[in-house]
């Protein structure tokens, strides 16, 4: 799986990026994209975490806005820390 990538990230101002393979484990150094220009990094995830679920490229603390798409999706309700689980736990959106 060293040539699969675990992590999309979309646009290069994101600062979540969402899995995209089942069963990634604390401690998997991923493979990271960059759909915008196909640019890969690395990053190492701090939790187990589901398929389509985010995580955080960067310290995110209470207050931060998320960024997806190049879009804000929402805020941060909770810290995550880079690597960490970003879902419902610690973001919510702005609209309620």
Same mark, same amino acid.
């Not at 994209?33 to 310290?59: C, E, Q």
């Not at 941060?76 to 960490?84: I, L, N, P, R």
């Given at each position: 799986? +060293?040539?699969i990538p675990q992590l999309l990230v979309h ?12 069963? *990634?484990? +604390?401690? $998997?150094?991923? *493979?990271?994209?960059? $759909? ?14 589901p398929i389509g679920h985010k995580v955080a *490229?960067?310290? *995110?603390? +209470? ?16 810290? +995550? ?6 879902? $419902? ?6 609209r309620w």
């Amino acid at each position: 799986m +060293a040539n699969i990538p675990q992590l999309l990230v979309h646009n290069p101002d994101d600062n979540v990026g969402v899995v995209v393979v089942e069963g *990634l484990k +604390a401690g $998997t150094e991923m *493979l990271c994209v960059v $759909t915008h220009d196909n640019s890969d990094f690395r990053l190492t995830a701090k939790a187990d975490i589901p398929i389509g679920h985010k995580v955080a *490229l960067k310290d *995110l603390k +209470a207050g931060d806005t998320v960024i997806k798409y190049g879009e804000d999706i929402g805020k941060m309700v909770g810290g +995550a820390g880079t690597g960490e689980h970003v879902h $419902t736990h610690n973001l919510k959106t702005k609209r309620w």
